[in-house]
């Protein structure tokens, strides 16, 4: 199951276990979440994942912001064999 999140963050359940990532990459939103947090910048995160463009790192605030809020939480149903 694929669940698409905004325009650049996905979870796919055939996908890093389903956690939400980068369209078209494996890079976990935390990640990136976790890199701002530590304080590097958008330069650095791009740099660290080349296949991330500047505004994808600004959906993931949103994405942060809106599970923060209560919205936006995904949640994938369990498939048989998890």
């Known amino acids: 199951m694929r ?3 905004n325009d650049y963050i996905v979870a796919d359940s ?3 276990h389903g956690k939400p990532t980068f369209k ?3 890079v976990m939103v935390w990640q990136v979440l976790e890199m701002l947090a530590a ?3 958008v330069k650095e995160i791009i740099e660290t994942f080349p296949g991330i463009k500047p ?4 959906a993931a605030l949103s994405y942060a ?3 923060a809020r209560g919205r936006d939480n995904v949640v994938l149903p369990l498939t048989s064999g998890a």
């Not at 505004?55 to 600004?58: N, Q, R």
Request: glycine residues 16%; charged residues 20%.
């Open 3 to 5: 669940i698409q999140v």
């Open 14 to 16: 055939e996908i890093c």
């Open 24 to 26: 078209g990459t494996r």
């Open 39 to 41: 304080g590097s910048s």
């Open 55 to 58: 505004e994808a790192v600004k």
């Open 65 to 67: 912001a809106g599970l």
